[in-house]
């Protein structure tokens, strides 16, 4: 049993992370400002909810007494928000990264496993094929250039502070309490919006292709990591399938059983057409996982959405 702090534990991967690492018989400190909301993760009496700032070292350094692992699974921007001012990714989540595993040699953790983007850091690849860890990382985007550069510091405290890390390239999760607000993650907006009857929005022509990656895979999967204590350095954890987005607009239709408005708009510049991960790295050193069909996932998250709408 390992006592472990997951960072972000009321938001969309950190609380189904949660969950996973109190199934694999694991303590967690469940870190996050919640505010008025009560936690999305499942209650159990092996969760501490701790709320505390991110951006504030000294809630940080609390967080950390006693802790062997920690999950670095919070970030103060997306994507997008991320390319509109870079300078607000470099100020908070590098700097506090940075801070935090300055914090961790302190503490004496044994891990960290930190939540990169597979997404956007290998960029527009020339390789040809689903992309390998030992791929060149080119980000053409803020966001993953930040990841990135967190990555790297994670490289120097393993060398210079023996701190032990795993870097997880996750590609596309998606699926449940996935926030629609952030504008990020194309298939529960697809699927929110049919729901409401709005339009979709496409960039380009729909042949954009992506790895998707069922959330609670993900979840499982980085629990897994920690259980075998094979923390390498880097992990792509995809399906290792890439989809279309004019394929997830037909089997959107196909759960939905509604028609679909669409509307075209121009790709822009920091856009990667196609990103796939390889996970043969992840299935060699882990294990085998059996990864969620997409469709079924699909299902699962419309489920959620119609529930989440029915309550209000």
Not at 20 to 38: I, P, Y
Not at 39 to 56: H, I, R
Not at 121 to 138: C, K
């Amino acid at each position: 049993m390992s006592e472990t702090l997951v960072l972000g534990a009321n938001g969309f991967v950190g609380s189904h992370l949660v969950d996973a690492l109190v199934a694999d018989g694991h303590n967690v400190r469940a870190f996050d400002r919640f505010g008025s909301k009560e936690p999305v993760y499942d209650e159990s009496e092996n969760v501490e909810m701790f709320v505390g700032d991110y951006l504030n070292r000294g809630d940080l350094k609390e967080a950390l007494e006693g802790i062997d692992h920690v999950f670095h699974f919070i970030s103060t921007t997306t994507p997008i928000t991320a390319e509109n001012d870079p300078v607000v990714d470099i100020e908070t989540n590098i700097r506090m990264s940075v801070e935090l595993f300055q914090l961790c040699v302190e503490q004496k953790v044994k891990g960290v496993v930190f939540a990169s983007t597979g997404g956007a850091i290998y960029g527009n690849s020339s390789h040809q094929g689903p992309l390998r860890e030992t791929d060149l990382a080119e980000p053409i985007s803020p966001y993953g250039i930040g990841k990135l550069t967190i990555e790297n510091y994670l490289r120097y405290f393993r060398s210079k502070h023996n701190l032990a890390s795993t870097a997880l390239r996750i590609s596309n999760p998606y699926g449940e309490r996935q926030p629609m607000h952030r504008k990020q993650g194309v298939i529960p907006i697809f699927l929110d919006n049919i729901y409401n009857d709005k339009p979709l929005t496409v960039f380009g022509d729909g042949s954009m292709i992506r790895d998707y990656i069922y959330v609670k895979d993900v979840a499982q999967i980085s629990s897994a990591i920690l259980s075998s204590g094979n923390l390498d350095p880097v992990y792509n954890l995809g399906s290792g399938q890439g989809s279309s987005i004019n394929n997830l607009i037909d089997l959107s239709r196909k759960i939905t059983g509604k028609d679909i408005d669409i509307e075209h708009r121009e790709v822009p510049a920091t856009f990667v057409n196609e990103v796939v991960l390889d996970n043969s790295r992840l299935t060699e050193k882990i294990g085998a996982f059996d990864f969620t069909d997409l469709e079924v996932g699909m299902r699962a998250t419309y489920d959620y959405i119609k529930r989440s709408h029915e309550k209000v």
